[in-house]
């Protein structure tokens, strides 16, 4: 399954409680953004609340680093289950 579906599946919105998101994987390169934040490359996963239009981003390789077994565990601490 990939990370995304998976987030999607498990998508609580931590403002509104909504359920739906949109999930977009964003590069950064060294500017703007990720100059701020100091880093230099990498990709994240921008998830947004579809009803509240909150956004929270996530580094897909840090979930991805997770053994399998233990990916919906994460999961399930990020939403609550
Ligand atoms: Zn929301």
């Not at 739906?20 to 880093?39: P, Q």
Request: charged content about 25%; overall charge negative; aromatic content about 8%.
């Amino acid at each position: 399954m990939r990370i995304e579906d998976m987030i999607m599946n498990k998508f609580t919105c931590s403002r509104c409680g909504h359920t739906e998101c949109k999930v977009k994987e964003v590069a950064m390169s060294g500017t703007g953004l990720s100059k701020v934040f100091d880093i230099e490359h990498n990709h994240y996963l921008f998830v947004s609340c579809t009803h509240c239009g909150i956004v929270e981003v996530y580094d897909p390789d840090v979930l991805r680093g997770h053994k399998s077994g233990k990916l919906g565990t994460v999961m399930d601490i990020l939403f609550g289950g």
